[in-house]
């Protein structure tokens, strides 16, 4: 018998939960000068699903931003405690972009990947193994 894996997270107050079912697609690490401003940090750890596999509840609060290849990104973050969830639009992306600092558990995050080498700091130490890209994978 297969166990199907099972991964939950949400925002730091709980107003905004999700939950995925099956594997990620990709996991990893952005640096991009974007994501750094939305984190506060040097990357954001991120997670992709197919917007099939995962559940939504809870208003967020969208934050859109000019993708790196044109168009729009989409983050949505928690109206109330300003946690970042999640990237992508509920009801028209394929994908979505789960954060994995929003993970309940954090052990679940395996990277395999780190994206934008270009704009990461010096002060970040990636973990040794992972594929890297000065920017966006093609």
Known sequence: ??????YAGGCLCGAVRWSATGEPLYQGYCCCTDCRKASGSGFVPFMG???SAVTIT???LKVRSSAFR???????ACPACGGLVFGGEV???D??????GSL???SLFAPTMALFLRDKPGW?????GLATFETMPD
Do not use: C, K, W
Not at 70 to 76: K, P, V, W, Y
Not at 95 to 100: D, F, L, P
Not at 124 to 128: A, D, M, N, S
């Open 1 to 6: 018998m297969t166990t199907e894996h099972r």
């Open 49 to 51: 699903f197919p917007a």
């Open 58 to 60: 809870g208003q967020t």
């Open 70 to 76: 044109g168009g729009e990104a989409l983050r949505n």
């Open 91 to 93: 009801g028209v992306d």
């Open 95 to 100: 994908s979505h972009t789960i954060y994995a």
């Open 104 to 106: 309940d558990d954090a």
């Open 124 to 128: 970040v130490v990636l973990p040794r």
